[in-house]
């Protein structure tokens, strides 16, 4: 079935469920792109006629619901031998995982599922739909905490068939009503008698009647009385208490009249004022119950007459028996009547005499053997050697073996209940203790090697808050968020409700800043990724024209510079291989003259071209005109620009376009002509201007900066 398309639109997806009359699966709804629950009819039923008749209008029938705490049912179809129900996907648990994980529940949470569960009763009775099958399978809580009952009206379907040949049915005997049980006709009290089974169960954690079979739990329904909730758990208000009492009644009249009204009751029971209300009383339990089986005496003669009021007919020849003692009698017959009263009374009397003798003589013979009697004492609250102790210091018995169950609310080793209690029994006899075994405890799963979100979501799951767990990043080969240690150990015991969590998650390995290598010669690359604990991948190694610096490194992959990466990571490097074919080499001719002649100036060269933009060329100090050659690299659509500064401020800038070289274009050497100096000053030296100041050097002072690896020759060059 997984896989397959039902109906040309539902593709199955996995199986979720199932009992002994369907199965159900989670499927896609193609057509809508939403996922539905498919409820699949078992095969031994699909040429049941009658069965399928009613399957398939029952559950048509619920489709007409439409309330937020009915599962709602969208289609219903058949695809061969294959008779399939399309329902709302809830997702979450039903109400009897739940009850297994944590049971007894909290009495709000209780209520609350309580109040959701009758609110969709009502609905449905309104819609005169009796679901007959009410119980904790049935009973959907989504994520949300909303909750959802399920399968209305397929409990109708259930024919005699099934009852002998699916395990479905046969357990939710537990939850039947006692009409339920008889066979008769059931109604929507049932329901209401099903839904405090439930309550009950959430509340104490166990069922109210158990047996070896089937049969023995219909007949518990029918003649026996359950145990008190509250004698299971004291902490169940008295108003809790008293609803359930009255659901669970077995006479449908004294139960309640509506799912409106147990309704209405829930909506209140947890207010203050009715926490601790009187304990509910019902009238028919002082009245006689003439359903009860009883040994009644025989009535005989006239007593019966007296008893019953008018006698039955007499036959012809009983009457006239009688009547002919009636004219006998009227005629004065002188013997007195028969005295028929005597004979009853001398049996009466010996039977008394006798029964008088059998109890003088049974209390002779037990005052032979008489046995102490002693109070049983109260030990609940009390720890269980404690109570062993007090038990058998007054010659009672503890019964082995001593009943322990998991409660949260209890602490483990402390009897919560004991039966009897309050109670003159004889020494010898045995008393019954339940014990705490303390919290629900989970075994701790070893998460290493998992990842700590699916460590956290696994807890979280198990009851466990999500404040209780907590991590600290380190620095490992691990991939990152992989657990590396946990607290507590795996396979050790915990409590899901206290015990604190803290994991060492992987945060991957160290990582530092990829070093910038673009402008390294090859070997100095090397060395720099070496010294840092990367590896140099040789083969991969790329080797192309650029404009950069032939034998220096213009890339580095797969780490730019400043990304992050961990020693061992593998880097490859591209070496220029010199300049492309189509690059054109220029050198600029500018004449550069101090701002005032005479006297020293600073230049500093910027130059951008197919190399790159904003270049250093260098810096140089003058005291004279000088002759500088910068030479620069051209690309197609590049153009090449020099920009002058002069004692930090900029003078000029000129450029050539890559055309302009390419086509030859000549241009006059550029210049960078100064200011005359005062007229007031003499001005010495020879007639170009050019000057001496005594002793002071005329030669190029030493520049502040160094020119570019790229630049021209330096001042000194030129004449």
Same mark, same amino acid.
Request: hydrophobic share 35%.
């Given at each position: ?7 040309? =639109? ?23 792109? =939403? ?64 009850? +297994? ?12 599922i309580a109040v959701q569960i009758c609110d969709a009763l009502e609905h449905a009775h309104h819609n005169q739909i009796i679901h007959r099958d ?71 954690? =166990? ?84 359903d009860e089986t009883r040994v009644m005496p025989a009535i005989r003669g006239s007593i019966a007459g007296d008893t019953l009021g008018a006698a ?14 009636? =004219? ?43 046995? #102490? ?20 210091a007054l010659g009672l018995k503890v019964k082995d073996p001593v009943i322990y169950k998991m409660d949260e609310k209890v602490p483990k080793g ?34 290493? %090697? ?12 198990? &009851? ?86 032939? &034998? ?15 020693? %061992? ?8 291989? &010199? ?32 190399? %790159?933009?904003? +270049? ?53 050497? #550029?210049?960078?002509? %100064? ?45």
């Amino acid at each position: 079935m997984i896989g397959h398309e039902l109906g040309g =639109r539902y593709e199955i997806i996995t199986r979720i469920g199932g009992g002994g009359m369907a199965l159900v699966y989670k499927a896609h709804d193609i057509l809508l792109n =939403r996922k539905v629950a498919v409820k699949v009819l078992r095969q031994q039923y699909t040429h049941d006629e009658e069965f399928i008749r009613r399957f398939r209008r029952e559950a048509q029938s619920a489709a007409a619901l439409s309330h937020p705490n009915v599962v709602s049912i969208y289609d219903v179809g058949e695809e061969g031998d294959t008779q399939y129900i399309v329902m709302e996907y809830i997702e979450g648990h039903n109400l009897n995982e739940i009850i +297994q994980e944590r049971a007894p529940l909290q009495v709000e949470e209780s209520v609350h599922i309580a109040v959701q569960i009758c609110d969709a009763l009502e609905h449905a009775h309104h819609n005169q739909i009796i679901h007959r099958d009410i119980k904790p399978h049935n009973i959907l809580i989504g994520k949300n905490g909303r909750v959802k009952v399920t399968d209305f009206g397929i409990a109708r379907a259930v024919t005699s068939s099934t009852i002998t040949q699916t395990g479905s049915v046969l357990g939710s005997v537990h939850y039947f009503s006692p009409e339920h049980a008889k066979g008769v006709s059931t109604g929507e009290k049932s329901d209401l008698y099903s839904l405090g089974i439930v309550l009950y169960q959430t509340l104490t954690g =166990r069922l109210p009647f158990l047996g070896e079979s089937p049969i023995s739990v219909a007949l518990k329904h029918l003649q026996e009385t359950f145990e008190e909730p509250r004698m299971v758990n004291p902490y169940i208000p008295q108003s809790v208490e008293n609803i359930i009492m009255k659901a669970m009644r077995k006479n449908p009249a004294d139960r309640y009249s509506s799912a409106t009204e147990m309704l209405r009751d829930l909506e209140t029971c947890l207010k203050p004022e009715r926490l601790n209300e009187p304990k509910i009383t019902f009238a028919s339990d002082h009245a006689a119950d003439f359903d009860e089986t009883r040994v009644m005496p025989a009535i005989r003669g006239s007593i019966a007459g007296d008893t019953l009021g008018a006698a039955p007919a007499l036959g012809r020849g009983e009457q006239a028996q009688e009547e002919k003692a009636d =004219r006998w009698n009227g005629k004065g017959l002188q013997d007195p009547p028969k005295r028929k009263w005597v004979k009853p009374l001398i049996v009466v009397l010996s039977t008394l005499i006798i029964i008088g003798l059998v109890y003088w003589g049974a209390r002779t013979v037990l005052g032979w053997f008489e046995i #102490e009697e002693v109070d049983v004492p109260y030990v609940v609250g009390k720890d269980e050697t404690e109570a062993i102790k007090e038990i058998e210091a007054l010659g009672l018995k503890v019964k082995d073996p001593v009943i322990y169950k998991m409660d949260e609310k209890v602490p483990k080793g402390q009897v919560y209940n004991q039966s009897p209690t309050n109670q003159t029994v004889k020494v010898g006899s045995l008393v019954v203790l339940y014990v705490s075994n303390g919290p629900q405890l989970e075994k701790m799963i070893d998460y290493k %090697g998992r990842s700590f979100e699916e460590a956290k979501s696994a807890l979280v799951d198990l &009851g466990v808050s999500s404040e209780r767990i907590t991590s600290d990043p380190e620095f490992s080969d691990e991939e990152a968020g992989t657990i590396l240690r946990q607290t507590p150990a795996p396979n050790t015991d915990f409590d899901p409700n206290k015990e604190t969590f803290h994991f060492v998650v992987s945060k991957g390995q160290e990582t530092f800043p990829m070093p910038n290598l673009i402008g390294y010669t090859e070997s100095e690359a090397i060395k720099a990724l070496q010294d840092k604990g990367l590896v140099f991948n040789a083969a991969n190694t790329v080797r192309e024209p650029s404009y950069g610096e032939k &034998g220096k490194v213009i890339r580095q992959d797969p780490y730019n510079p400043n990304d992050p990466v961990a020693k %061992g990571a593998s880097v490859t490097l591209t070496i220029s291989d &010199g300049l492309p074919e189509e690059a054109i080499e220029y050198t600029y001719n500018i004449q550069i003259s101090p701002a005032v002649a005479g006297k020293s100036s600073k230049i500093r060269i910027v130059y951008s071209d197919a190399r %790159g933009e904003d +270049q250093e060329w260098g810096q140089k100090t003058i005291n004279e005109t000088r002759n500088f050659q910068i030479k620069v690299v051209l690309g197609p659509n590049t153009e090449a620009i020099v920009k002058i500064y002069r004692d930090n401020e900029f003078t000029d800038s000129f450029s050539k376009t890559y055309d302009d070289v390419k086509n030859g274009t000549e241009s006059s050497p #550029e210049t960078v002509p %100064g200011t005359e100096p005062p007229s007031s000053e003499e001005p010495t030296g020879d007639p170009d201007g050019q000057q001496n100041s005594g002793n002071e050097s005329t030669t190029e002072e030493q520049s502040e900066g160094t020119a570019n690896d790229n630049g021209g020759a330096n001042a000194g060059e030129q004449p």
